[in-house]
């Protein structure tokens, strides 16, 4: 177990839909990332937050929005879903918002039918 | 912004054997490269990683090297095990001071046949 919780584990909804995945980091750590993972495919960069402040931004729909909230824990939006949206969304803590390992969570995945 | 590329992206070898695996980065400011192993359906794991001031790095089976000139980096796992089985992803990261920005390469699924 990495300590790091991501809510719901699987999320099935419709095109068009929006939705909300959840993660709360280890204990101790500031950053936070979000990756998202296709079928056999790499982990894309989404977005970084440091101690509630956005610090890098990776290849983020403008339909895909993010947060960290006073106590640390992040919520991934996606709005106006598209099938193709249809992936694994990791997110990931450090304790530094540079050069630190990451530690993932299990993953939300998601299906858009 | 930073490109990282993985070979080769299947890797098969005989139980014992050793198996290597390959990066090359793009940007130069690049100084923090780890590589993560997902079993199928878990979450990524570090397992080893090397800053850009060290050129070889060592831990029991797994060794990474860094050649910071050429700008790739390499994953060595000896004596495999079929628990190796997994997908290995590389990364970069630059780490400046506006964040810090991991790039993946694409991975490379290592079969380890027994």
Not at chain 2, 25 to 35: I, K, L, Q, R, V
């Amino acid at each position: 177990d990495s300590g790091v919780t991501q809510t719901p584990k699987h999320l099935i909804t419709a095109t068009g839909q929006r939705v909300t995945l959840r993660c709360s980091p280890r204990s101790g750590d500031l950053s936070v990332y979000w990756y998202q993972q296709s079928l056999d495919q790499g982990l894309q960069f989404l977005i970084q937050y440091y101690n509630g402040e956005e610090r890098a931004k990776g290849n983020i729909l403008e339909r895909f929005s993010a947060q960290q909230f006073p106590d640390l824990h992040s919520e991934l939006n996606l709005s106006s879903l598209e099938l193709g949206d249809s992936a694994l969304y990791f997110c990931a803590s450090s304790v530094t918002p540079t050069n630190e390992k990451l530690f993932f969570g299990s993953g939300t995945q998601l299906s858009v039918l | 912004g930073e490109n990282v590329e993985q070979h080769p992206s299947t890797l098969s070898v005989q139980e014992g054997d050793s198996a290597v695996i390959k990066c090359t980065y793009s940007d130069s400011a690049s100084n923090y490269f780890p590589w993560y192993k997902q079993e199928l359906g878990k979450r990524p794991q570090l397992i080893i990683d090397i800053r850009s001031n060290v050129g070889e790095k060592k831990d029991q089976r797994i060794a990474v090297t860094l050649n910071k000139t050429a700008k790739h980096f390499s994953l060595h796992i000896t004596e495999t095990q079929p628990e190796d089985s997994a997908v290995y992803f590389c990364a970069a990261s630059s780490g400046e001071h506006y964040g810090q920005n991991f790039v993946f390469g694409p991975g490379t699924r290592l079969s380890v046949l027994p």
